[in-house]
Antibody
Framework: EVKLVESGGGLVQPGRSLKLSCAASGFNFNDYWMGWVRQAPGKGLEWIGEINKDSSTINYTPSLKDKFTISRDNAQNTLYLQMSKLGSEDTAIYYC???????WGQGVMVTVSS | DIQMTQSPSSLPASLGDRVTITCRASQDIGNYLRWFQQKPGKSPRLMIYGATNLAAGVPSRFSGSRSGSDYSLTISSLESEDMADYYCLQSKESPFTFGSGTKLEIK
């Protein structure tokens, strides 16, 4: 069974950084692009970005390119999202997804507040 | 960036109705269009990929179609379990972009 489990969320102060993880199982992680999507409370879905199999290509939505960094560790079957200079506008549920958007994790909540 | 204009934002409907949700792409995206269903408190679920292909496990009452730059998701006979939010996504080029969503609710 394909499983994606996000972790690392929580309450963070404005201006601080946070790193999310997504542990993958049930498929050959090395063979798939992976992505991140977020959803602010009561709002729609926002595509953050994606990373290819060997990390040689990483695409971001332009407004987040300078704040967020996507990476992966194929040996650990784990996807990461490093977030910096967080603001209240970054408060959201963050989802990782296999194949970019094919299968999603359960999501992890990030709240940016003082 | 490619803009996806989704309509309607809200769709009241009755059980058994045939309903259609539409997304219009601002540029050519070919068939790089996906539809997602999201129920309250749950993760999105892929319903349609490649504009017209049903994802695994999706009931056959769901279908996707394309007419030019307009993409549609149709439910042939609405069931109670279909009440959810629906989103389109273009995956033709980065950055991928979602439509603004449609809330399907019981009339």
């Amino acid at each position: 069974e394909v499983k994606l489990v996000e972790s690392g969320g929580g309450l963070v102060q404005p201006g601080r950084s946070l790193k999310l993880s997504c542990a993958a199982s049930g498929f050959n992680f090395n063979d798939y692009w992976m992505g991140w999507v977020r959803q602010a409370p009561g709002k729609g879905l926002e595509w953050i970005g994606e990373i290819n199999k060997d990390s040689s290509t990483i695409n971001y939505t332009p407004s987040l390119k300078d704040k967020f960094t996507i990476s992966r560790d194929n040996a650990q079957n784990t996807l990461y999202l490093q977030m910096s200079k967080l603001g209240s506008e970054d408060t959201a549920i963050y989802y990782c997804a296999k194949g970019g958007t094919t299968i999603w994790g359960q999501g992890v909540m990030v709240t940016v507040s003082s | 960036d490619i803009q996806m204009t989704q309509s309607p934002s809200s769709l009241p409907a009755s059980l058994g109705d045939r309903v259609t949700i539409t997304c219009r792409a601002s540029q050519d995206i070919g068939n790089y269009l996906r539809w997602f269903q999201q129920k309250p408190g749950k993760s999105p679920r892929l319903m349609i990929y490649g504009a017209t292909n049903l994802a695994a496990g999706v009931p056959s009452r769901f279908s996707g179609s394309r007419s030019g730059s307009d993409y549609s998701l149709t439910i042939s006979s609405l069931e109670s379990e279909d009440m959810a939010d629906y989103y389109c996504l273009q995956s033709k080029e980065s950055p991928f972009t979602f439509g603004s969503g449609t809330k399907l609710e019981i009339k």
